[in-house]
């Protein structure tokens, strides 16, 4: 069945630094994959997708590529916030199935 | 306005007890979902309606009961709760069917606790 796997965390990262989180996948097919993330307190809310192969998303400074050849989804942002820590979940949904989550990565921002 | 809305925000409650979460989404959508998030933040998808009807039934135990009377909400009811069933439970809609790659929406989240 379809699965992802994602970078243990947490992640502890001072303002400004470069952040990476990595996902890969394994599908059958062309799935489409996101980035869901959940702030303290409340539920989760899409960051950013892509539904086919060579596809960035993008959004709030955080890029995604879509790369079939390393079946991978990595989330960057060039420059973190205090305001971006929350835990993000890489999921993918393909063909006739359902929506699968990662293990989710807490980030924790430091000022 | 709130889109995907769910009540109670938190929920203590004894073991062997039955109680209810409400979920109501005015965004129109004619999906909607429970998913539970565990301890360690591990979230699982427990059912799904697509208007009215049952889609995805995932190996949940008997106890736990979904009802849509609408397509706007969806409830779920536990009997007999147990330890076990403490979690965050997470009620979500998606305007397409729930098996399109479809952007979910998400409540803000049940906490329920079983003493």
């Known amino acids: 069945g379809n699965s992802v796997t994602q970078m243990e965390g947490p992640v502890t990262l001072s303002e400004e630094a470069f952040l990476t989180i990595n996902c890969t996948y394994t599908?059958?097919?062309?799935?489409?994959l996101f980035w869901y993330v959940q702030y303290p307190g409340e539920g989760l809310q899409l960051l950013l997708k892509?539904?086919?192969?060579?596809d960035k998303g993008s959004n709030k400074g955080f890029e995604a590529t879509y790369r079939k050849e390393t079946t991978s989804f990595h989330l960057e942002k060039g420059s973190v916030q205090v305001s971006d820590s929350a835990v993000y979940f890489c999921?993918?949904?393909?063909?006739?199935?359902?929506?699968?989550f990662g293990k989710g990565t807490k980030l924790t921002v430091n000022p | 306005d709130t889109a995907v809305s769910q009540t109670p925000k938190y929920l203590v409650t004894q073991m062997g007890n039955d109680k209810s979460i409400k979920c109501e989404q005015n965004?129109?959508?004619?999906?909607m979902y429970w998913y539970k998030q565990d301890s360690k933040k591990f979230l699982k998808i427990m059912f799904s309606?697509?208007?009215?009807?049952?889609?995805i039934n995932e190996t949940v135990p008997n106890r736990f009961s979904p009802k849509s009377p609408d397509k706007a909400h969806l409830n779920l009811h536990i009997n007999s709760l147990e330890l076990g069933d403490s979690a965050v439970y997470f009620c979500?809609?998606?305007?397409?069917?729930?098996?399109?790659?479809?952007?979910?929406?998400f409540g803000p989240g049940t906490r329920l606790t079983v003493l």
């Open positions: 979500a809609s998606s305007r397409l069917s729930t098996l399109t790659a479809d952007t979910q929406y």
């Open positions: 999921a993918l949904q393909g063909g006739s199935e359902k929506l699968v």
């Open positions: 965004l129109g959508h004619d999906t």
């Open positions: 599908a059958t097919g062309y799935p489409s």
């Open positions: 892509a539904t086919k192969a060579d």
């Open positions: 309606y697509n208007n009215k009807e049952l889609i």
